[in-house]
């Protein structure tokens, strides 16, 4: 069985106390309220990881993610951070492709397949990202592309790598706009990657996978999305920054 998760993007939001208080309330409702086995993750910006862990302790079901990671271990990089200082502190998951880090950064198919091995050399979870901006839905060509976005950065992987990588679909007209995917088109676009999947490592590695979506993601329209047979979770982005909403979206699952 895939593991259900629901994973928060806090982007860059937040000053060190505020994010502080945010973890505070996310675990005490986290305890109280969530049952079952959904896995909850927050990726924070790298200054807060370590002040966020030491909040949730070692016994919190909550996990800490970042948001990015550098395709080099170590060198004359100013402003980056590698994987391996990640898993230095502890940190489990890491965003790797988000739409936001192609738009503004350049980043493509080339580079993320470079960071997803790093990342992955060092023992971290890629929560790897894909989706298309609207004019390419327009021209009905989002198929094609999201599938593209994950062989340019993923089909490289063996078997016991790909096992490894939590993919994320956000298709970017429906992040930070307020306009969610239906949940007809999340579920058509998670099967259409589960199967794209299944192609080149098989029906058991694909089914194994699991695959989250993001893009305005709420506490009202998230248990809708979440019954889909192919959606395993979601990537959360401005709802996140909401203790009460995050929670009540990962009550949803
Ligand atoms: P929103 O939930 O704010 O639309 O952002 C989604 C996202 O980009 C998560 O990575």
Redesign the pocket.
Known sequence: MRSKIVAG?W?MNKTLDEAKALTSEIMGMVADEVKGDVKVVLCTPFPYLIPVKNILGTSSRIAVGAQNASEHEAGAYTGEVSSVMLKSMDVPYV?LG???RRQYFGEDGKLLAKKVDVALKHGLIPIF?CGEPLEVRERNEHEALVCRQIEEALFHLNEESLKKIVI?Y?PVW????GKTASSQQAQDMHAVIRKHLAGKYGQAVADSISILY????NAANAKELFACADVDGG?????SLKSREFVEIIKSI
């Open positions: 993007n982007k965003i988000h739409s936001e990202c994320a956000e429906a992040i930070g706009t993001g893009g305005s993601v990537l959360v982005g401005g709802a």
